[in-house]
């Protein structure tokens, strides 16, 4: 079976405390963000025995790092590329030095609209030379990097996205397939030149054969938050039917990578459906993996 991660970003709890509620429900691992204020990264953790001591909460707990989500939302990629990319670099000398994991995710940081000057095919030219610069600085320290597409941020239309993984053409590079963003990006929402698959998240998953790196499952009900990017909610409550999707991940998708990691970003009260969650996907990962 495939191990099980819950992502910290949803969860505002000290780290040594979600470690220790994440051993507790099973967990395999936590799928980690560099977000303040409970994240790692350069700023929250300065000095060296800082950062071994926020290991040692996974190691009390017997838990991995499923993935690092590394935060780069302060700056706009494509009017601030300069401290876009410094900050990306910066934040690959932390995970390097922090070693728990191996898989870093990226997003393109720039809202889902035209910029003055560059046209939409400009904007993916920028982001495949961008990635294609991105995956190379990190396979440098043995990093695979997972873009994860969303409504939220530019480039989110099906074909646009596949379009562009597929321009990177680096090994270590392939993409996060979040299962609720796939839902609502078959649906067009938010997108600059809209697509809808009549096929929905199924088809998108035909699209994105052999590009998925990493998964974050999570049901969805196909409208968008107070961000503007997909609404996560919580298994049996969206519309999402996971007794197609997860087989087809694998089987169609070609997802060979050793973790589902639950999503619950931004979901109120995310720890009080953590434990409900975890269990759906066990259900699934026992039928499917086990």
């Known amino acids: 079976m495939k191990k099980v991660s819950i992502g910290s970003w949803a969860i505002p709890q000290d780290i040594h405390e979600l470690c220790r509620g994440a051993k507790k429900l099973g967990f395999d691992g936590i799928s980690l963000g560099g977000f303040a204020p409970y994240g790692a990264n350069a700023q929250l953790l300065k000095t060296k025995e800082e950062v071994e001591a926020y290991k040692k909460a996974f190691a009390h707990n017997g838990l991995g790092v499923a993935d690092y989500a590394i935060d780069l939302w302060a700056f706009d990629a494509l009017?601030?590329?300069?401290?876009?990319?410094?900050?990306y670099r910066e934040a690959l000398e932390f995970a390097a030095s922090f070693d728990m994991t191996d898989i870093i995710r990226v997003d393109t940081d720039a809202k889902p609209e035209?910029?003055?000057?560059?046209?939409?095919?400009?904007?993916k030219k920028f982001y495949i030379k961008n990635f294609k610069e991105m995956a190379k600085e990190a396979a440098s320290y043995g990093f695979?990097?997972?873009w994860e597409f969303e409504p939220?941020?530019?480039?989110?239309?099906?074909s646009n996205i596949i379009?562009?993984?597929?321009?990177?053409?680096?090994?270590?590079?392939?993409?996060?397939?979040?299962?609720?963003?796939?839902?609502n990006c078959a649906l067009g929402l938010n997108g600059i030149e809209p697509e809808v698959l009549s096929g929905g998240i199924m088809e998108f998953i035909e699209k994105a054969k052999g590009q998925i790196g990493f998964v974050h499952v999570i049901d969805?009900?196909?409208?968008?938050?107070?961000?503007?990017?997909?609404?996560?909610?919580?298994?049996?409550?969206?519309?999402?039917d996971f007794d197609q999707v997860i087989p087809a991940l694998m089987e169609v998708g070609g997802y060979q990578g050793d973790w589902w990691a639950i999503d619950l970003c931004e979901w109120p009260d995310?720890?009080?459906?953590?434990?409900k969650c975890k269990q759906f996907v066990d259900a699934f990962n026992q039928k499917f993996c086990g």
Not at 79 to 85: C, F, P, V
Not at 167 to 179: C, K
Request: charged share 25%; proline share 4%; aromatic share 10%.
């Open 270 to 275: 995310a720890w009080g459906v953590t434990e």
């Open 114 to 123: 035209l910029v003055p000057g560059m046209d939409y095919q400009s904007i």
């Open 163 to 183: 379009e562009v993984v597929k321009g990177v053409e680096e090994e270590n590079f392939s993409l996060l397939f979040d299962t609720c963003h796939a839902y």
């Open 220 to 240: 969805a009900d196909g409208t968008l938050n107070h961000d503007n990017t997909s609404e996560h909610v919580p298994f049996g409550d969206g519309k999402i």
């Open 79 to 87: 009017k601030q590329t300069e401290q876009w990319r410094a900050a």
């Open 152 to 158: 939220g941020f530019i480039i989110n239309e099906p």
């Open 144 to 146: 695979k990097v997972v």
